[in-house]
């Protein structure tokens, strides 16, 4: 199993990983070597792959550009993972020697190759419904400088808006062509970054059917399961000691939490929170990541608590309102916990997650560019007064909590495993 990003992009794939090793698999995860000791104390193999993006999660300039609403996607597969491509193919194709079953992220652009060469089946990876781009069930985009006027945009529209995606970005994708020839592979038969990163096998969405259902344009033989879920920092950790007791206190508080990328790019996003929290006379916790410099935080009064980092599992579903950016990881540990949300989105899938969440009734939007303390409180206000979004958020968390997504993801890898290897359901390596 291979991965690339932030913890949204490893711990579906952590969860799934353990509920195959508890299956009695032997499972390697393949991705950065900042995630060794996370993935090994698990109990599972790891094996490194390049680029290694430990740097990149101290460097506030490169985030900055990763996170830019227009530029964001070029800078992040042009800058920092195909320069890095044959490193990536040569770490993959000795992490997946011997192995009966692939499965990997988008993102992962050596991992089609290598499963060619190595006449290996693969799964490909969803983690939220934008990378589909569904003409019958269009994103929303963020294309703009000022991603608050963004409107959904008719059918014919997004077949030219998608058209002009595939040409502008299908030069981007040399360093993958250039590989295949290396490799006296023939060419793609499809644009890399779209089309070429589902399977011929298969695809897994690992998200609820809330968010998105199958349709007619998604790819063949593609099967959502529902969120895989993973949150701890490290095998048995939760809630600190300080955490939980300011919990047991009080009244619930609101989170503002802007996950574990976004965060490092957060602007004033905490003061302004802090600000609304204030005013509202609300309790609140601050998750502000384990790069923010602590000491600003140190004259707070006694209603609010700030932390590196919490797991979502245990916090939320003690929490009055979150407010968040919007992250598909974040946003479905937020549905599970049933309790209401307001979403401020800064880039890459946040904006479509958020539209989707609003859809089901339980979040309010205010984009970044428009989250001051003024518009944040009234939206919490407006949230936390109106028993609608209450209602709906415990129903959509009870449905959440339903659905088993690290079953259904090892079931249908289990299958392919015995269609395409011949195989027996336990013991093989994945």
């Known amino acids: 199993m291979t991965t690339c990003g932030s913890l949204g992009d490893l711990h579906p794939y952590l969860a799934v990983a353990i509920g195959l090793r508890q299956r009695g698999h032997e499972v390697t995860v393949a991705t950065s070597e900042m995630y060794r000791s996370k993935i090994e104390a698990e109990g599972l193999a790891f094996h490194p792959v390049r680029p290694d993006l430990g740097p990149l999660y101290k460097n506030t300039d490169a985030m900055r550009c990763v996170l830019d609403v227009t530029t964001g996607t070029e800078y992040l597969v042009r800058q920092l993972l195909l320069p890095h491509l044959e490193e990536s193919y040569e770490d993959l194709l000795q992490a997946c020697s011997g192995k009966d079953l692939l499965v990997g992220h988008p993102l992962a652009y050596a991992l089609p190759v290598v499963a060619e060469k190595l006449r290996l089946p693969w799964v490909s990876v969803a983690l939220q419904p934008l990378i589909f781009f569904s003409l019958y069930d269009p994103p929303v985009l963020p294309v703009s400088t000022k991603p608050y006027r963004i409107r959904r945009l008719r059918c014919w529209e997004y077949q030219m808006l998608f058209g002009f995606m595939r040409r502008q970005t299908r030069p981007w994708m040399e360093p993958v062509d250039e590989l295949r020839r290396r490799l006296g592979l023939a060419p793609a038969a499809a644009h890399p970054m779209f089309d070429g990163i589902f399977s011929p096998y298969g695809s897994l969405a690992w998200f609820s059917r809330l968010l998105a259902s199958p349709q007619p344009d998604w790819p063949a033989r593609t099967r959502i399961t529902g969120f895989p879920f993973y949150d701890r920092q490290r095998p048995g950790s939760g809630l600190n000691s300080s955490l939980s007791e300011f919990l047991r206190k009080g009244e619930p508080p609101i989170v503002f939490t802007l996950g574990a990328s976004t965060v490092l790019h957060a602007g004033d996003f905490f003061e302004q929170s802090l600000w609304a929290a204030h005013k509202l006379r609300s309790r609140a916790v601050l998750l502000v990541g384990p790069q ?55 880039s890459h899938d946040q904006p479509d997650n958020a539209e989707r969440v609003a859809r089901l009734g339980v979040a309010r939007v205010l984009y970044k560019k428009l989250y001051t303390a003024e518009r944040a409180m009234a939206e919490l206000t407006h949230l936390l007064s109106d028993n609608s979004y209450s209602a709906r958020a415990a129903d959509v968390g009870r449905i959440i909590r339903t659905e088993n997504g690290v079953a259904a993801a090892c079931d249908a890898l289990e299958e392919l495993v015995a269609a395409h290897c011949g195989l027996s359901p336990v013991s093989e390596k994945v």
């Not at 000491?295 to 009064?301: A, D, F, G, T, V």
């Not at 579903?317 to 540990?333: D, I, K, N, S, W």
């Open 292 to 346: 923010a410099r602590r000491k600003k935080w140190k004259s707070l009064p006694t209603t609010m608590f700030v932390a590196d980092y919490a797991p979502y599992s245990e916090l939320l579903p003690r929490a009055a309102a979150t407010v968040h950016h919007g992250g598909v990881g974040t946003t479905a540990q937020a549905l599970r916990a049933g309790r209401p949300t307001l979403i401020v989105p800064h």
